[in-house]
Nanobody
Framework: QLVESGGGLAQPGESLRLSCAASGDLFKFYEMNWYRQIEGNERDLVAKITPGRDTRYAEFARARFTISRDNTKNIVYLQMNNLKPEDTAVYYC??????????WGQGTQVTVSS
């Protein structure tokens, strides 16, 4: 089970940190991903971090977002800086270890508006 938190309302230029807490003992073996879904659009990958802590970012996130994980707490974070109105979306946490082991959180709303 994955539970996201940290979403909310931010003004342009502000920062938010999303957290995703995972249950179970196998967290460290999962690739952890953050996706987002802008209203009316498909769900897009924002960032991923492998069990070995390799990271990959969508182009829009590369300079402003940072994904990290704490395997001792079973939490993955998404630090989002210099937020823009176009970052407004529902952000989803995903744990992936193959097609048959693909878990999603319920999502957390991020709204960037002045």
């Amino acid at each position: 089970q994955l539970v996201e938190s940290g979403g909310g309302l931010a003004q342009p230029g502000e920062s938010l940190r999303l957290s995703c807490a995972a249950s179970g003992d196998l967290f460290k073996f999962y690739e952890m991903n953050w996706y987002r879904q802008i209203e009316g659009n498909e769900r897009d990958l924002v960032a991923k971090i492998t069990p070995g802590r390799d990271t990959r970012y969508a182009e829009f996130a590369r300079a402003r977002f940072t994904i990290s994980r704490d395997n001792t707490k079973n939490i993955v974070y998404l630090q989002m800086n210099n937020l823009k109105p176009e970052d407004t979306a529902v952000y989803y946490c995903n744990a992936y270890r193959g097609a048959n082991d693909d878990v999603w959180g319920q999502g957390t709303q991020v709204t960037v508006s002045s």
